[in-house]
């Protein structure tokens, strides 16, 4: 019997710590449940899983909560009397800030059908195709637009292009579009994986030019905008550092 009750209260204790990563719960749950088996994960159940409303299925992925507000239910008003492009995009972008990336990509290309010179809906619609990672849509909407303004957001949809292009695993168009930003853009992610990709090419000096440019670049940052690139330019230092270059 002993066996017994001790074989139950570690499967109780597993089970209620899969729950707490689920709810994404305070680690010292998982802590107290290891330490304290099985009065660890009974104090979870009553404390935290029996009070709870939400039942979470630990065989189905989660999915972002669907935000419903005064503002989405105005605008689902509006679309159910007007059917208007403006504010189908306008439901999208929502969708999109909430990261309920499906429903806002079917709030995008409803506003594209009904006005397909809508651009701010053409770069919604890209952002929600990379957010479910569906790259080469995302790069096919992004080519569209980039045809129709190639400076459209400050340079962000191209940028987006070449970014979509790399995640697809099409190397040669990223290579080529990521040419393109750094002509005329001043990101640092897209000098970093423009030096990646000619490095994987075989054109390791290139790349290392290009780390080193990149880097050289930062000096003259104000420190708001340091801060802001600091991650790509750590992970120039390090490429350098493991080609044996070491700036000063």
């Not at 305070?26 to 009553?46: C, D, E, N, R, T």
């Not at 003259?220 to 044996?244: C, M, Q, S, T, V």
Request: a neutral charge.
């Amino acid at each position: 019997m002993d066996i017994f009750f001790a074989t139950v209260g570690l499967a109780f204790s597993v089970w209620m710590c899969f729950d707490c990563i689920q709810r994404k719960e305070h680690f010292i749950w998982i802590i107290l449940m290891i330490a304290l088996v099985p009065f660890g994960a009974i104090a979870y159940y009553f404390i935290i899983k029996s009070k709870s409303k939400t039942k979470i299925n630990l065989f189905k992925p989660s999915i972002a909560k669907v935000v419903e507000s005064e503002e989405t239910l105005k605008l689902k008003e509006l679309i159910s009397k007007f059917k208007k492009a403006y504010h189908y995009e306008k439901l999208g972008q929502i969708y999109l800030d909430h990261q309920n990336y499906e429903l806002a990509v079917t709030q995008f290309e409803a506003a594209i059908e009904k006005d397909s010179e809508m651009n701010e809906a053409r770069f919604g619609l890209a952002k929600g195709l990379h957010g479910l990672g569906r790259y080469n849509e995302g790069a096919v909407v992004l080519e569209e637009l980039v045809q129709l303004d190639k400076k459209y957001d400050y340079g962000n949809a191209i940028f987006g292009l070449a970014e979509c292009y790399r995640l697809a695993g099409q190397e040669e168009k990223a290579l080529k579009t990521y040419g393109q930003v750094i002509k005329s853009f001043h990101f640092f992610k897209a000098y970093y994986h423009y030096a990646r990709l000619l490095d994987n090419k075989g054109d390791k000096e290139e790349a290392i030019s290009y780390m080193k440019s990149l880097i050289g670049s930062s000096k003259d940052l104000p420190d708001y905008k340091l801060e802001k690139e600091r991650f790509w330019i750590d992970e120039a230092y390090k490429f350098l550092r493991k080609n044996g270059i070491e700036l000063a």
